[in-house]
């Protein structure tokens, strides 16, 4: 029963924190295949829930922690990351985006596609291939830097 919780905890880490799950399920002990089947598992979740509810999530959290003050619509302002954001998206595609999930997080990329394409089919192909790519190259990377970390302090 507690190794479920556990494994339940890590796969709700992996749908937001998803670059740092692999070390933690490995530092945890469990196997590289276990590790990629967990951040997998976690991470398709957290696509699934961010693509089909994010809306709702997000008017939900707008309305209990804003008060509406403004009644004409704000100006659309451009900044730096918002123009990086439209030539990743001009330049590479939905694939693009998706690559850069770990980085910035699962949410936060599945906001910005759903925003870019809407409810398009493509979505949650293409940001599945790349969370399996992700999972695997995060493990493999993981490994290693553990057992430096382990040599370096001698544990």
Same mark, same amino acid.
């Given at each position: 029963?507690?190794?479920?919780?556990?494994? %339940?905890?890590?796969?709700?880490?992996?749908?937001?924190?998803?670059?740092?799950?692999?070390?933690?399920?490995?530092?945890?002990?469990?196997?590289? %295949?276990?590790?990629?089947?967990?951040?997998?598992?976690?991470?398709?979740?957290?696509?699934?829930?961010?693509?089909?509810?994010?809306?709702?999530?997000?008017?939900?959290?707008?309305?209990?922690?804003?008060?509406?003050?403004?009644?004409?619509?704000?100006?659309?302002? @451009?900044?730096?990351?918002?123009?990086?954001?439209?030539?990743?998206?001009?330049?590479?595609?939905?694939?693009?985006?998706?690559?850069?999930?770990?980085?910035?997080?699962?949410?936060?990329?599945?906001?910005?596609?759903?925003?870019?394409?809407?409810?398009?089919?493509? %979505?949650?192909?293409?940001?599945?291939?790349?969370? @399996?790519?992700?999972?695997? %190259?995060?493990?493999?990377?993981?490994?290693?830097?553990?057992?430096?970390?382990?040599?370096?302090?001698?544990?």
């Amino acid at each position: 029963m507690i190794e479920a919780l556990e494994i %339940i905890s890590l796969m709700l880490l992996s749908t937001v924190k998803f670059l740092y799950t692999p070390i933690a399920v490995l530092a945890l002990g469990y196997s590289p %295949i276990q590790t990629i089947l967990i951040t997998f598992s976690g991470g398709f979740f957290g696509l699934i829930v961010f693509k089909y509810f994010g809306r709702s999530i997000i008017s939900l959290w707008k309305s209990l922690y804003f008060v509406k003050r403004r009644k004409k619509p704000a100006k659309r302002v @451009f900044t730096k990351r918002n123009r990086k954001l439209v030539h990743i998206r001009k330049r590479y595609g939905l694939p693009g985006l998706a690559f850069l999930m770990p980085v910035f997080s699962i949410p936060v990329m599945v906001f910005i596609a759903v925003g870019f394409y809407g409810n398009d089919r493509r %979505i949650i192909p293409v940001f599945t291939i790349v969370l @399996f790519l992700w999972s695997v %190259i995060l493990t493999l990377l993981s490994e290693p830097f553990l057992k430096f970390i382990a040599h370096l302090f001698g544990l």
